[in-house]
């Protein structure tokens, strides 16, 4: 039997328990994980590497991963919801990212700002 791939926008929620959640995620969830990883300093470590700040990395080494998943929620949210009012913080968040990268594609805040030198080496 063979498996044939199906496009996410097939999938489509009627059950109204699983819609409320649905609509809570996109009209508050979103937005509230936004501002938390703008108001923890995730996004400002993108903001220092693409001002060419060479220290100063905020929070755990991990925190790019926070500004990674949320944008795959949100663009999942836009993929069901082209509408959905967020699509501005999507696109900041990709200009965001876009800014930081390296001109050979990287992007690690915390080895682009504090362990200069040490990306794909062990920190142990």
């Known amino acids: 039997m063979k498996r044939q791939l199906m496009p996410m926008t097939s999938v489509i929620l009627h059950d109204p328990f699983w819609l409320a959640w649905q609509e809570a995620f996109a009209n ?49 949210c836009l993929a069901s919801r082209p509408d959905w009012q967020g699509r501005h913080l999507v696109d900041k968040a990709i200009k965001c990212i876009a800014n930081a990268q390296d001109g050979d594609g990287y992007v690690g805040t915390p080895f682009q700002l504090d362990y200069l030198g040490k990306r794909w080496k062990a920190l142990t």
Do not use: I, M, P
């Open 28 to 76: 508050k969830g979103l937005q509230h994980q936004y501002e938390q990883c703008v108001e923890s300093g995730r996004f400002e470590n993108f903001e220092r590497v693409a001002r060419g700040e060479a220290s100063g990395h905020t929070g755990y080494c991990f925190n790019d991963s926070d500004v990674y998943k949320w944008l795959e929620a949100a663009s999942y």
